[in-house]
């Protein structure tokens, strides 16, 4: 299947299409700029179907690049930006911005640090904070969908030649 019929990537467009909305509403407290890697931690974990169009959209980085040092995201550069940004998988997508969920039953939110001035988060309302419930259903169904299963992939483990 050629990338821009990837699932993955149509999945992507839909969530930056929606979260538009949500950068315009917050522009004014959105801290977030090229560079800024505080949500650009190590240890995350994407479900397959993104790490295969990671793999076949930046095959050459992952061959001939090293894995930014272990604390950050293994596909940040020197200067803290991603090398893969067009491609960075759901959750990247959406962080930074007001985020809400529900959890045993009762609503929780949170936002990135250096975000946080401005009005509290409980204070908001609930169409003000991207829900996240909706979108990851929707991404379990597309990796159901295209594996049969819910593996999850350590983005930093897509350098390791052995995983392709």
């Given amino acids: 299947m050629?990338?821009?019929?990837?699932p993955a990537q149509a999945f992507h467009r839909e969530v930056d299409q929606a979260v538009a909305r949500f950068e315009e509403l917050h522009r004014e407290r959105l801290q977030c700029t090229r560079g800024c890697s505080g949500c650009c931690v190590d240890g995350i974990t994407v479900f397959e179907i993104e790490a295969e169009l990671i793999?076949?959209?930046?095959?050459?980085?992952?061959?001939?690049?090293?894995?930014h040092p272990e604390g950050g995201?293994?596909?940040?550069?020197?200067?803290?930006?991603?090398?893969i940004y067009a491609d960075r998988p759901y959750v990247c997508r959406t962080q930074g911005l007001p985020l809400r969920w529900v959890e045993d039953?009762?609503?929780?939110r949170d936002i990135c640090g250096l975000n946080e001035p401005g009005p509290p988060l409980v204070q908001l309302r609930t169409s003000a904070c991207w829900p996240i419930g909706p979108a990851e259903t929707k991404l379990r169904a597309l990796q159901l969908a295209a594996c049969?299963?819910?593996?999850?992939v350590p983005l930093?483990?897509?350098?390791?030649?052995?995983?392709r």
């Fill in 55 to 67: 793999r076949l959209r930046h095959g050459e980085l992952l061959a001939a690049a090293q894995p």
């Fill in 105 to 108: 039953g009762v609503e929780k």
């Fill in 148 to 152: 049969g299963d819910l593996t999850r």
């Fill in 156 to 163: 930093r483990a897509l350098f390791d030649p052995t995983s």
């Fill in 2 to 6: 050629p990338d821009h019929d990837h």
């Fill in 73 to 83: 995201c293994a596909f940040l550069d020197g200067e803290g930006a991603c090398r």
